[in-house]
């Protein structure tokens, strides 16, 4: 008998610097679940929730969400795939979250996108999106057949909060802070 080995990753970036896109790659070329904590956020925002509530309200204006809220929410969905390999995407961000992470698993890999902050406050800027199916469409480089109106349904595109340029440069200025440090920690 062959036991397989679980691998669990960490892939870290800049808010924008497409680790979304790089994670599905990930995920299917290894086998992994890829959990974002950001579509977690989202949907617990948009089930309002007690904790989405709160979460929007530090995401819209550019804060991180509270540490041990973070940590209790991605812990939690760690644990219904508890012998699974995953790879995580925007969390940890901060070396406490990092810290409770290792408390309860022991990541193997952290795979670190670095973008300059320029390109990706051109990326968000320009980032426009269908909310009920979630495609994205960027005005720059993958623009609308129609401006302003989805592809398939005609309707109107939205510009997330999180994408507007001032919220943009409060999320890479808490990057800057925050997360950077997280892979200091991970390289020591």
Not at 127 to 141: A, K, L, Q
Request: glycine share 6%; hydrophobic share 35%.
């Amino acid at each position: 008998m062959v036991l397989q080995r679980v691998i669990r990753a960490v892939i870290m970036g800049p808010p924008g610097s497409g680790k979304g896109t790089v994670s599905a790659r990930i995920t299917k070329t290894f086998g992994l679940q890829h959990m974002s904590s950001g579509d977690i956020l989202r949907a617990n925002i948009k089930e309002k929730t007690e904790l989405g509530l709160l979460m929007k309200s530090c995401i819209d204006q550019g804060q991180l969400v509270p540490d041990d809220i973070m940590s209790r929410l991605i812990l939690n969905e760690l644990r219904k795939i508890d012998n699974s390999g995953w790879l995580l995407d925007g969390f940890p961000r901060t070396v406490s979250q990092a810290e409770a992470l290792d408390h309860v698993y022991s990541v193997d890999t952290v795979i670190n996108l670095n973008v300059p902050f320029q390109t990706i406050k051109e990326r968000l800027t320009s980032r426009w999106t269908h909310i009920p199916s979630g495609r994205v469409y960027n005005t720059d480089f993958n623009p609308p057949k129609v401006p302003g109106l989805d592809d398939v349904t005609g309707e109107p595109l939205v510009q997330r909060d999180d994408d507007r340029p001032q919220t943009v440069t409060r999320r890479l200025k808490s990057y800057e802070t925050q997360t950077e440090p997280v892979l200091e920690y991970y390289r020591s």
